[in-house]
C-alpha cells in the first residue's frame, strides 16, 4: 500500500492533512485503504474525506470536457465504493458531485444555445436568497429520471445547497420544497413524465432538440454529448472546473452545518417536561437536544447500544464526548447533556421495553437512509422502533440530507455490517470462541413504515417523502454509476 | 365517473364521421396481445384523427371526447383505458396551448399520426425497462407470488430467468394464483385467454428451469409463509396509489400484509389514472360480483347488486322485466368474477415499480397533477 505513515494514528485528520501536499492518485489510494481498514468509518467521517478527495480529484483534472470529467469522478466513486460498499454515504457524496458536474455543463449549454426556454432560471439567479416558490418545477422521480424533462431538472443541487447555508440561522424552518412549486410555474408542459410516450422526435420543438432520437431507455448518451458541445463552445474548462469546485466547496459546508441545522427544528419537536429516548451516541442528536435545553427541561433516556457504542455512549453522557473517535471530533465537544441542565438516565438496551411506555418521543440517529423511506442505524434501533410503534410513539430520524441514498434496498440482509464478535464474547474466552458462532451486526434495518417523521437540515419529511428528496438531489443517472 | 354527463346528449354512434372507434379499438387489442388498453385506446383516437378532417384545434378536441365518451360508455371497465384517452388530451391540451406551439397545430397532428406505433413500441420499450429494474428484487433464495396474467409481471420474471443462464445465476421460485375452476366453467373467451396468459407465462418460467407452482386463490394464505414478495400487475394505478387489478390482488395484498410480506406492483406510468376510489364499490364501473338473489315463480332473480341500492336506468329496468342484465345491448358484458377488478388500497403497497425507477404510492399523484394542473 502506498501510504506512508504520518506520526499520528491514520483517520480523517491525517487523510486530510496529507491531502493537502499529494497528488490525487495517492490520495485515492490512501483514502482506499483507510476506508478498508476502517480507520475512516461512519457517515461524516466518509462524508468529508470523499469530499476532500473529489475536490482534489476534480482540481487536478486536466481534461476540458465534463464528459471527461464525468468518467474519472465516476471511476474514482467506483473505486472508492469498492472498497467500503457499506459506508453508503461514499456514494451518496460522488453522486451529489456527478450531479453538480452535470449541472454545471447544462448550465454552460444552456448559455450557449439559449434553446431551453425554462433553463434561464440558471442556478447562479437563484442564489439570491430563498426563492422556493420561484424554481422551476422540481423534478420528481419520474420526470426527473425522464430524459425529455432535460429543461426543467437542472436547478437540482446548487440551488439546494445554496439554500441551506442560507437558512441556517431562520428561527423557523424554510419553507418546504412542496410539490407545488413542481407546478406553480408551468412552463414546461412538454417535460411532464406521463407523456413520456408521446415524447416527440421529429417536430422541431427547441426544448426536445437534445434528445431527438432517443427513447427512454438511452438517456446519458445524448445528454453527455449535449455536455460536451456546450461546454466546448463556451470553451468551458476553467468555468466548468471552477464552478464544480465552488459547488463541491458548498457540499462540504453543507456537511459541517447539516447539524447545526436540523437542531434549528428541534423546538418545534421537544416539548417542556419530555422523556426522550435516544439510542447510541450521535453528535446530531446531541446538538438537537442540546439547543432544546437551552429552553426548556426535559428528562433524556439513554440506552447505551451495547455492545459496540456503550463504552461510547458512557463517555458521551459522562464528558460530552466520544474519547475513542478521531481527534477531528475535538471539534464536535459539547457539553455533556447534564450539564446543560438535561436529567439524563442510562438504561441497557435491554430495559427499552420497561422504559418505553413512559415515552414521550424516540429520537434516532441514522447511519444511512435508503430510496424506499427505510434506514439502517446502529443495531438495536429496530427494536426501538418496533417497540415505539406497539406504544404508539412517535419515532422522529435525524438525517442529514447527504445519508440518504438513493439505492433501492433489494435486499436489506446484505447492508448490515458486522463487526467485531469480540465485543460480544471475549476472545480471552476460550470456550465460547471455539463452541460458538458470534455475530456482531452493527446495524440495524428498520422499515420504513416504524418512522414517523424524518429530520433533514432541509426539514421534516414523511418516509413517503423521501423519494422526493431523493429525486432532487440524484439524477437518476447517476444512482447506478 | 368515467362517462361525463355531456356523453348523454351525444348520438350513441359515431355517425358523425363513420368511424367506429369501438371496433377499433376491440381490433387492436385483438391484433397484438402485447398491447395494453390505455395504449389501445390512445391507437384508435390516433386513428380516428387520421380518419378525420378536422382543421382546427377545437373541431378536433370536440371529436376526439366524443369518441372518448363513446368508447368509454361502450366497454365495461373503462378505467384502463380511460388512463390512456386522458393522458391523450391532456398532450393535445399542453401541446396546443404550449406557447410558440399555438399556429403549429397541424404537426402536432402529424406527430400524432406518424409516430402512432412508435407509442406502442415505447410502452413495450417501458415494459422491457421495468424487467430490467425490477429483476434485482428476484433475488437467490426468494419465492415470488403473483397471479393474473399480466405482461409485465411475466416480462420481469421472465428477465430474472434469463439471468439466471448467465453469470448472475438467480435461483428463485414462483408460485402463480391461477383460478382454473372459473375459467373452466365459463365459456367466455375472453376469461380463457387471461388464464391462458397466466398458463403462458407459468409454463415460459418452467421452460427456463425457475420451479413454479399453481395454485388456486384459496391457497393464498396457506402458501404465504413460503413466501419471499408478493408481485402483481395493474390494469390501472389510482391517485391514493392504489391499484385496479384483478379481483383477488386485494385479498393477497391483505394477506400480505398480515403475513408481512412485501407487496410490488409492476406496471408501467401510462398507467396512472386519474381516479381517487374511496372503496371497493367506488369504482364508477358495474360488476356483477355481488348478486343478491331470491327464488320467486321458481326463478332465480336478482333483487340487489353489490351497491347496496337497486341502481338506476339498468337495474331498475331489470327489476321491472325480470330479465337479467346481459340482455342490455350496445354494451360489452362483464364476465362476472373473471374479469371482475378490485381496488388495492395505497397501504397494502410496499412499492410500485414502474419504468422510472420504483415509487412509493405518494409518488404517483404527484405524477398525475403534473399533467392535469
Known amino acids: ?481 | 365517473m368515467a362517462t361525463p354527463t355531456s356523453s348523454q346528449i351525444l348520438p350513441p354512434k359515431p355517425s358523425s364521421s363513420d368511424f367506429d372507434i369501438v371496433a377499433t379499438y376491440r381490433r387492436l387489442l385483438a391484433s397484438d396481445p402485447d398491447l395494453t388498453m390505455p395504449i389501445a385506446a390512445i391507437e384508435a383516437l390516433v386513428e380516428a384523427l387520421s380518419h378525420s378532417s378536422a382543421t382546427t384545434i377545437s373541431e378536433t378536441l370536440t371529436l376526439l371526447e366524443h369518441h372518448t365518451a363513446n368508447l368509454k360508455r361502450s366497454i365495461s371497465n373503462p378505467i384502463s383505458l380511460s388512463a390512456g384517452t386522458d393522458l391523450f388530451r391532456r398532450y393535445l391540451y399542453t401541446t396546443v396551448q404550449k406557447p410558440g406551439a399555438t399556429g403549429d397545430f397541424q404537426a402536432i397532428r402529424n406527430h400524432l399520426l406518424s409516430n402512432g406505433r412508435q407509442f406502442v413500441e415505447r410502452t413495450k420499450a417501458a415494459r422491457d425497462q421495468i424487467a430490467s429494474f425490477g429483476r434485482h428484487f428476484v433475488r437467490d433464495g426468494t419465492t415470488v407470488l403473483t397471479n393474473g396474467g399480466s405482461r409485465v409481471v411475466g416480462a420481469l420474471l421472465r428477465s430474472a430467468a434469463d439471468a439466471s443462464g448467465g453469470r448472475t445465476s438467480i435461483r428463485f421460485r414462483v408460485i402463480y394464483v391461477l383460478s382454473p375452476s372459473t375459467s373452466s366453467s365459463s365459456s367466455s373467451d375472453k376469461a380463457s385467454t387471461l388464464e391462458g396468459e397466466g398458463a403462458a407465462i407459468v409454463s415460459m418460467l418452467r421452460s427456463r428451469g425457475v420451479p413454479v407452482a399453481t395454485i388456486p386463490e384459496s391457497a393464498v394464505a396457506y402458501s404465504l409463509p413460503q413466501v419471499s414478495m408478493v408481485i402483481v400487475g395493474a390494469e390501472g394505478v389510482v391517485e391514493s396509489g392504489g391499484i385496479i387489478s384483478r379481483l383477488g390482488t386485494y385479498q393477497m395484498g391483505m394477506l400480505a400484509r398480515a403475513a408481512g410480506k412485501p407487496l410490488y406492483v409492476v406496471a408501467e406510468s401510462h398507467k396512472f389514472v386519474r381516479l381517487y376510489p374511496l372503496g371497493q364499490y367506488d369504482l364508477g364501473i358495474e360488476q356483477k360480483v355481488i348478486e343478491f338473489k331470491v327464488i320467486e315463480n321458481g326463478k332465480e332473480e336478482v333483487v340487489e347488486t353489490e351497491r347496496g341500492t337497486p341502481l338506476v336506468g339498468g337495474s331498475a329496468r331489470m327489476l321491472d322485466e325480470g330479465v337479467g342484465m346481459e340482455d342490455e345491448v350496445g354494451k360489452e358484458e362483464m364476465e362476472g368474477v373473471d374479469e371482475a377488478v378490485d381496488f388495492t388500497p395505497p397501504e397494502l403497497i410496499s412499492g410500485i415499480i414502474t419504468e422510472s425507477g420504483v415509487l412509493t404510492p405518494s409518488a404517483v399523484s404527484e405524477e398525475l397533477i403534473k399533467i392535469w394542473f
Do not use: W
Not at chain 1, 447505551?304 to 463504552?311: R, V, W
Not at chain 1, 434496498?409 to 480471552?428: A, H, K, M, Q, T
Open chain 1, 1 to 481: 500500500m502506498s501510504t506512508p505513515t504520518t506520526s499520528i494514528t491514520p483517520g480523517l485528520t491525517s487523510f486530510l492533512k496529507s491531502l493537502k501536499t499529494k497528488p490525487a492518485e495517492p490520495a485515492i489510494e490512501l483514502l482506499i485503504s483507510l476506508l478498508k481498514r476502517r480507520q475512516i468509518r461512519n457517515s461524516r467521517p466518509c462524508a468529508i474525506a470523499t469530499t476532500e478527495l473529489l475536490l482534489r480529484v476534480v482540481g487536478q483534472y486536466n481534461g476540458s470536457d465534463a464528459d471527461g470529467l464525468l468518467r474519472r469522478v465516476r471511476e474514482v466513486g467506483q473505486r472508492l465504493i469498492n472498497a467500503q460498499p457499506r459506508e453508503m454515504v461514499v456514494g451518496n457524496i460522488v453522486r451529489r458531485v456527478l450531479g453538480l458536474v452535470r449541472e454545471v455543463a447544462k448550465d454552460n449549454a444552456d448559455d450557449v444555445s439559449n434553446t431551453t426556454p425554462s433553463g434561464a432560471l440558471s442556478p447562479q439567479q437563484e442564489q439570491d436568497g430563498l426563492s422556493h416558490p420561484q424554481r422551476p418545477p422540481l423534478p420528481s422521480t419520474i420526470s426527473a429520471f425522464s430524459p425529455l424533462k432535460h429543461g426543467a431538472t437542472q436547478p437540482v443541487d446548487i440551488p439546494m445547497s445554496e439554500n441551506l447555508s442560507d437558512s441556517i440561522e431562520l428561527p423557523s424552518r424554510p419553507q418546504l420544497i412542496s410539490s407545488a412549486t413542481s407546478y406553480a410555474q408551468g412552463t414546461m408542459p412538454m417535460g411532464n413524465s406521463l407523456f413520456g410516450i408521446f415524447q416527440q422526435s421529429d417536430t422541431p420543438s427547441p426544448s426536445m432538440t437534445p434528445l431527438a432520437t432517443t427513447g427512454t431507455i438511452t438517456p446519458r448518451v445524448p445528454t453527455a454529448q449535449d455536455f460536451t458541445v456546450g461546454t466546448n463552445r463556451s470553451g468551458g474548462k476553467i468555468n466548468l472546473k471552477a464552478e464544480v469546485i465552488e459547488g463541491i466547496n458548498e457540499l462540504a459546508d453543507e456537511l459541517q452545518q447539516a447539524d447545526d441545522q436540523i437542531a434549528g427544528f428541534a423546538m418545534d419537536h421537544i416539548h417542556a417536561n419530555e422523556m426522550i429516548l435516544i439510542h447510541s451516541v450521535s453528535t446530531t442528536v446531541q446538538k438537537f437536544l442540546l439547543t432544546v435545553a437551552r429552553k426548556r427541561k426535559f428528562t433524556v433516556i439513554v440506552a447505551e447500544g451495547s455492545p459496540n457504542d456503550a463504552e461510547e455512549t458512557h463517555d458521551t453522557v459522562l464528558n460530552g464526548r466520544r474519547k475513542v473517535t478521531d481527534e477531528l471530533e475535538g471539534e464536535d465537544r459539547f457539553k455533556p447533556l447534564h450539564a446543560a441542565g438535561i436529567e439524563t438516565v442510562v438504561i441497557s438496551d435491554s430495559q427499552i421495553s420497561a422504559i418505553m411506555p413512559r415515552i414521550n418521543t424516540v429520537i434516532l440517529a441514522t447511519h444511512a437512509v435508503l430510496a424506499n423511506g427505510a434506514l439502517l442505524a446502529a443495531s438495536g434501533a429496530s427494536i426501538i422502533a418496533t417497540l415505539a410503534k406497539a406504544h404508539r410513539t412517535p419515532v422522529y430520524v435525524l438525517s442529514p440530507v447527504y445519508k440518504l441514498s438513493p439505492v433501492y434496498p433489494f435486499n436489506d440482509e446484505e447492508l448490515i455490517e458486522y463487526g467485531d464478535p469480540g465485543n460480544v464474547v471475549d476472545f480471552s474466552d476460550g470456550y465460547a470462541v471455539e463452541h460458538f458462532e458470534v455475530m456482531n451486526p452493527l446495524y440495524d434495518y428498520v422499515p420504513a413504515d416504524l418512522v414517523t417523521l424524518y429530520i433533514t437540515n432541509i426539514g421534516g419529511h414523511a418516509p413517503t417523502y423521501l423519494y422526493r428528496i431523493v429525486a432532487d438531489h440524484y439524477y437518476k443517472e447517476d444512482v447506478q454509476f
